[in-house]
Every structure is written in C-alpha cells, then in structure tokens.
C-alpha cells in the first residue's frame, strides 16, 4: 500500500474593499437625470437673464448719448456765406446776393423759437424766423459797407432835377407791379435777368449810368418788410461800382394799392479812377399776392443828377396788378 505524501495547505488571499472616493456622496453618474436636466435648465436661465440686463444697460447708455449727437450736428450746421465781388453796374444777376462775411454766425436754436435780428440793432429778438434767414441778416449788420437802419422812420424828400416824362406804365407780370415808363432819355433795354429794365444813356468815362429794374426779391424774405428791403439795398451793391458804400436817406412804410410795403432811399459812395464819386439811389419792397414779393429798384449816378427827381416819380406811382 503506498503511503500519502503530505500536502502544504494554499494560503488563504484575501481582496481588500477599495477605499471610498475623496469627498465623499454621489458623483454625477449616480445622480437621477431629471436632477441633471433640472440643474442645466436653473443655469441657462440664469445666463439670459445677465445678457438681457447687460443689453438694456446699453442700449441705455446709446439713448443718453443721443442728444449730445444731434446737437453736435446743429451746432456747425450753418448756411454758406458769399465773399464780395466786384459789382456790375448794367448786367449783373438778381439772384446774385452781396458780400457775406462770416463774422456774425448764428448759434444753434430751436427750429420753432430760431432769433431773428432787427436791421435796425444788432440785438436778437426771439421770433420763428428760419435760421437761414437769421444768419444772412447778422451777415449784413456786420458788413461795414452798410450801416443799420436809422430807429426811427424817415421820409423820402424831393430830390434835384427836373421829372422826365412817361408814356403810360410798364407792367410787370412775373413781379406783379406796375410802374411808370418813361419816354425819351430812357429806354427800355433787356430785362434778363431781371423782370424789367430801363436805363439811361452811356456816360463817357465810366459804364456806371442811371438805371431802374424790378424783378420778385432777389434775397431770403424776413419776418418783416423793412428787414427784407434792408436786405435788398445790400444786394443793390452789386450793381454799383467795387467797394462802394451806403448812407441812408430814407426808410418809411408804404401802402401800396392796400398792400404793405418798406421804401428805402440812400447815396452810394464809390471812388472811379481815384475821385470821389456818388449816387442817388431807392428802393421799394412791395407785398404781393405772390411767392415773394415785388422789387422796383432805381440808381442814378452823381454824372446824371438832373435825373434824380424820376426817383420821386417811380416811387410814388408804384401800383400793385
């Protein structure tokens, strides 16, 4: 019988338990997933809200800013300004206006309480005159070719010389006034770009001579007639010679054929081969049932002086069609 050989029991291996995880509790794989959804949905609520409240605060600051960008743009808005030129005495345009200098510009205003400035002072008056009106008019009080309106009204008086005759009236349409036409030494001549024309004879030694026009204003129309016909002698200058210069004479209301109006006389100065020469001068601004109203002009030279009465005639025989 064979004998058992003797055995070496196996040691018993025992597996520790891993050790729990740092921190402890659920990770989010044990979690149930409507917690999972319900936290997403808590976060991306919470991020529309910051987007929207940082938008509102923007759009905030935008409309804050948006005053000061209008009025930016208003305060350099401003309406071109002429520079003088040498003037024609025969030919020159209506629609031309006189020198402007830039020295008076107006301060950006409320369209609807814009100043307006008397031709008689230099101090603004509120009013709803338009702006571009306004600076046109600071531009002639401070053009020292033209001095303000005397305050008070002032009458045009008899003047020297001696009446030509007319024969009947010149009508014109296009301006809506009426007027004397004279007969003789005047005549009448192209209108453009005028509405009328008549002029006296050349005068040797100069191309300045005696000559009456009407036409619809040529120049922006003020809140008043007396500014608006203070505006047109400015422009009057064109049709004298090169630096001339004004002195008024007279500045009174009119009625013509029941309408308002604003008569001006003044002597222009002007120097012509280095003398000293003038001319007799006036002007009627005339409210008609037009766009604008009517401009009866008439300038007379120093070398045709026993014409200066004719500015008598015309100015008191205006009629309105």
């Known amino acids: 019988m064979a004998a058992e050989a003797e055995t070496t029991p196996l040691p018993k291996i025992v597996v520790p338990a891993p050790p729990p995880a740092p921190g402890g509790g659920k990770g989010l794989g044990d979690m149930p997933m409507r917690v999972v959804y319900r936290t997403i949905a808590a976060v991306t609520a919470v991020a529309a809200v910051g987007v929207a409240g940082f938008v509102v605060l923007r759009g905030g600051d935008d409309d804050a800013s948006a005053p000061s960008v209008v009025a930016a743009h208003t305060a350099v808005a401003s309406p071109p300004v002429g520079t003088p030129g040498v003037s024609a005495a ?6 031309a206006t006189p020198a402007m200098t830039p020295a008076a510009t107006p301060e950006a205003a409320s369209p609807a309480a814009s100043p307006v400035v008397s031709s008689g002072s230099v101090t603004a008056t509120p ?16 053009d020292p070719r033209i001095p303000a309106l005397p305050e008070g009204d ?23 006034v009426a007027f004397p036409r004279f007969a003789k030494v005047w005549k009448l001549a192209s209108a453009s770009p005028f509405a009328t024309r008549q002029m006296l004879p050349k005068v040797k030694g100069t191309n300045f001579r005696g000559l009456l026009v009407s036409c619809p204003v040529p120049i922006p129309v003020q809140a008043s007639p007396r500014d608006t016909a203070f505006l047109a002698a400015r422009w009057t200058l064109n049709h004298h010679p090169s630096g001339a210069t004004i002195a008024w004479t007279a500045s009174q209301p009119i009625t013509v054929s029941d309408r308002d109006g604003w008569l001006l006389g003044f002597t222009v100065n ?21 766009d604008k109203p009517a401009l009866v002009f008439m300038t007379i030279p120093d070398t045709q002086r026993k014409h200066w009465r004719d500015i008598n005639t015309v100015m008191s025989h205006i009629r309105v069609l």
Do not use: N
């Open 154 to 176: 002032r009458r045009l008086g008899r003047l020297y010389g001696r009446a030509a005759p007319a024969r009947g009236a010149l009508k014109d349409d296009r301006s809506g």
């Open 127 to 142: 009013s709803t005159g338009a702006a571009t009106a306004t600076a046109v008019m600071q531009a002639a009080l401070s």
């Open 270 to 290: 002007y120097t012509i081969k280095g003398k000293k020469r003038k001319a007799m001068a006036a002007l009627a601004l005339v409210d008609v049932p037009k």
């Open 90 to 95: 025969t030919t020159g345009d209506p629609a």
